[in-house]
């Protein structure tokens, strides 16, 4: 058991005024399973290409170990997957492989396929065994369920569970919690270390701020109330040391020790506000704005939005929905869960292409899909690819007010920088907030969001559960975070099972 000992550590990127890391120091025991939270945008990402010598830094990082992160670039993509194993780990052992992969609930047979043909889910779990293949590595683990259904997310979590000495970066609260001992957050000033899962740091935080807010309040009552009274007493001391002068009095000198007194008293009183005042600045720097999102949906239109009559839905060949009947009610917050390729993206396209929108929908479409008259359908899709070009020419392209666009997305912790910032070079989770964002400015009918919280950080993730809730918009979506499906789905169709 070592340590890794982060030291003074201060970064900024190339050309950027702002520090992502200012004199930072903490430690990391190596046998710690460690959760990464912090909201998107804040250096998860790069404190831990950091860790791996990818940029120069001022301070010191200290380890006994070699750092190894995930996901691996692969090389050639159309290798045999037991020759990507051998690119990335020239000196792994077949037996070894092979155990690590039946931990994730794989057969060593897919070490004899291609691996472009390999789903991501597949792909995702093949490149995790590679990474705990080697010893005396600290393992830098970077968002893995990005590509993992429910039963995916489940599998890994176990194995992981079982594992330890590596930083998991992951949004998945119920997938933390499963697997980590620790946490590490970056907060808005600090990085801290907090033992226990992601719960039990969520609750202590919120115990920390309920405490700095209700400081804050007593510091605020008490400066006022000692300004007032500093005030008073100087104005007394001045009122006594001007009577001095007055014909009347017959010992100048005891009223004028009086209202140095006095003007000693206001001084004091005037240092308690000061020291007031600096405890107030220590307060409230690392409390999360979690404000209150609004959708603005149209509410008031038919009482079904859409049906469906045994709808079947292929590819050339290949059917990946058969049968499948829906009728979806207004207020209804459906959500479409399954194994990764069972069709769930295929079922969205299919009705975005009766409603004209310019998606790729299924080749073959049997059966019937009918939707309301004049309805208005919000899109939010998996890919962020599209996004390119400054946020005032997206907002002009999308129909959307800007200044109410940025106003969202500063909800969702978005800063003026950012704004600013060409949108191809926005973190993920900070693209998808666009997208989310821009969808909550229309005003739909319904909405459908395929697997739109990918990337997206966990506090922004609540308070779009929140505003669904507060809401009630009529609502189709994808999505493998079971805590979220739970929160707010009122269905849950799984096509798998179908």
Known sequence: MSQIKISQL????????????ENVSFQIDTNWKLGFTGRNGRGKTTFLKLLMGEYP?????????????????????????????????????????????????????????SFETLSQGEKTKVLLA????????????????????????????????????????????????????????INKTNIEIQKGNFSSWMKNKHYQDQFELAENEKLVKDIKRLGDSAKRTAGWSNLIEKSKFNPDVMDRGFVGHKAAKMMKRAKAIEQRREKAIEEKQKLLKNIESADHLEIKHEAHFAEVLLS???????????????????????????????????????????????????????????????????????????????????????????????????????????????FEKELSNLSEGQKKKVLLAASICDRAHLYIWDEPLNYVDILSRIQIEDMIKAYEP?????????????????????????
């Open 10 to 21: 201060t970064f900024a990127y190339e050309g950027s005024y702002d520090n992502v890391f």
């Open 57 to 113: 830094y001022q301070g010191k990082i200290h380890a006994s170990v070699t750092f190894d992160y995930f996901p691996y670039i692969v090389p050639n993509n159309t290798s045999i997957t037991e020759e990507v194993v051998a690119s990335i780990y020239p000196n792994y052992e077949y037996w070894a492989i092979c155990k690590e992969l039946s931990l994730l609930d794989l057969d060593e047979s897919i070490l004899q396929r």
């Open 130 to 185: 590679i990474l705990f293949l080697r010893h005396n590595h600290f393992l830098l683990i970077d968002e893995p369920t990005n590509h993992l259904d429910l039963e995916g997310r489940a599998c890994v979590a176990n194995y992981l569970k079982k594992k330890k000495g590596f930083i998991l970066v992951s949004h998945d609260r119920l997938f933390l919690d499963h697997i980590i001992d620790h946490v590490l957050s």
């Open 308 to 418: 469906m009559d045994n709808l079947s839905l292929s590819y050339g060949d290949v059917a990946v929905i058969k049968g499948f009947n829906l009728k979806l009610e207004r207020g209804s917050r459906l959500a479409i869960v399954g194994g990764n390729g069972s069709g769930k993206s295929s079922l969205v396209k299919a009705i975005l292409g009766v409603m004209g929108t310019q998606v790729q929908s299924p080749e073959v479409v049997e059966g019937q899909i009918k939707v309301a008259k004049d309805l208005k359908v919000s899109y939010v899709s998996q890919d962020t690819s599209m996004l390119v070009g400054s946020l005032r020419e997206f907002a002009l392209d999308r129909g959307i007010d800007e200044g109410l666009l940025k106003s969202i997305l500063a909800k969702l912790d978005f800063n003026t920088i950012q």
């Open 474 to 498: 009529t609502l189709i979506f994808i999505e493998h975070d079971q805590a979220f499906i739970e929160d707010v789905a009122t269905d849950v169709i799984n096509v798998s099972a179908r």
